[in-house]
């Protein structure tokens, strides 16, 4: 079914490959310049500080990205993205000694940039695609597509590094830019109606736009809320991949493999149920959290390797399910004239609360075992999931009464 609405969905089609090509070549570069960045300097502030870089561009360039997506061609701005990140992605293999690290952190930054400015854009791009009615599909896909990328690209970027050297994986890196920019420029976005086209010209402010946005409806806002406090616990998850596979399971880096692989899956598992919802997307998103959250608990109290393994494709899975339907929501709420700026916004808040989260983690590992902070993670997914379906359900109470 899946391939059979991909060969069919064509300008998707083209949309969905170039973010698998895009992402694959992403992760091979990233798993490389952080080995080469221990290799050279032997330091783990060096690899924090290039974390920190990749995540800053969000802030400022993810707004940039969603007004730019809701004033000009989405095509042009995907396109000329990938084609100026080959230079960046290049530059690594310029690398040679102490003296050349300024590389690495200026072109990290800048690829980051791109990908701030590239991801609102392209995810706006999507309405204009397909259909309303396949939104739930389309964005259950998305969730496959970030499963493939996992495993693809963190599992084997590692292999490749490791076998034929890390300039390889750099190398690989541009050239998935320009496949991806190929792939893209192939694609015919369908012209703008001349009273769309008044409606975008119009220069709103930014912040009074999202406030507008925010205002639109209580889903909305529920949603948002739901995002930002998600994006400030999932550090915890990104965070404790490493541990459980190196200190709790003694599996070394294999395990994180392993682990990030199990991710992958439950995530590209998702679309089989995702796909076949109908009703009260917003519902079944607050469920999947709360399922999400007894996984992460169950997670953090067994000892075996197998049950880890199955327990991250189940918090993987429930989490691809939430998502897929969290964006479907979203994309129906809000005008499609706004969603570049919606994205973009979302974007820039949500990665840097991601960092913070990562860092707040870490530093609560020196006090805490990493079970226990896995256990309070997953007790606040439910703990917030619970809270909202309550909001919910008060507001059709307080609706049904009315009428």
Known sequence: MTTSFIKSANPYRQLFLAGIVNGIGDRFS?????????QITGSGLAVGMTLAIRLLPFVIFAPLGGR??????????????DLIRIVFALSFLLVQTKEDLWIIYLSSFMLAAGEAIYSPVRKSAILQLVN???LLK???????????????????GGIVAALFGAN????????SFLGAAAMISSITFPEKNPLQEEVETKKEKLFPTFKKIILMSVPVQILLFCEIVI????????????????????????????????????LTLSFLVADRLRINFLAAGLVSLVLEGTFLVLLSQTYYVAGAFLLFCGAAFMSGIGNACFDTVLMKEIPEEHHGTMFGLLASIINPLLGISMLISGIALEYITPRSLGFLGG??????AIFLIAILSVKRFRERDMY
Do not use: C, P
């Open 138 to 156: 389309v964005n259950s896909l998305e969730q496959v597509l970030t499963g493939i990328v996992l495993i693809a690209g963190a599992i084997s």
């Open 68 to 81: 730019l997506a809701d004033r000009f061609s989405r095509k042009m701005i995907l396109v000329a993205t």
């Open 168 to 175: 390889w994986t750099f190398v690989i890196n541009a050239a």
């Open 132 to 134: 309303k009615e396949q």
């Open 30 to 38: 990233s798993v490389a310049v952080l080995a080469m960045l221990l």
């Open 231 to 266: 994006a400030s616990m999932n550090g915890i998850d990104n965070v404790l991949i490493s541990v459980y596979a190196v200190n709790e399971y003694h599996l070394g880096d294999a395990g994180v493999g392993l682990f990030y692989g199990a991710l992958g899956i439950g």
């Open 379 to 384: 007790i606040a997914y439910m703990f917030v």
